[in-house]
């Protein structure tokens, strides 16, 4: 898969992870990177790291690596929703 693709499924599944979170806020995709958005004023870089992965910055400041998708959400809904349920999250294609 190319990581044009990667970048749009993560997109989506970030997308519904604030949802259900509840966490109010925007995932856009830029050249290089992802960037959540929140309304409570957080932003989020989340960059590709080689071969593959995620390098996560708030404000250029480091918050982790994540090698794949659910580390991915790990980190983000203890930095953004510490209180949010755990538990799992089903990625796959919407049904049609």
Do not use: C, F, Y
Not at 1 to 25: I, N, T, Y
Not at 39 to 66: M, N, S, Y
């Amino acid at each position: 898969m190319s990581s044009h693709k990667v970048d749009r499924v993560a997109e989506r599944v970030l997308q519904g992870a604030l949802r259900l979170w509840g966490v109010q806020g925007t995932v856009s995709r830029e050249r290089d990177a992802l960037l959540l958005r929140t309304d409570a004023g957080v932003k989020v870089r989340i960059v590709r790291a080689a071969p593959r992965g995620w390098t996560l910055l708030q404000d250029e400041r480091p918050l982790g690596e994540a090698a794949g998708l659910p580390g991915l959400l790990r980190l983000l809904r203890e930095e953004l929703a510490p209180g949010a349920a755990r538990g799992r999250l089903i990625v796959g294609s919407p049904l049609r």
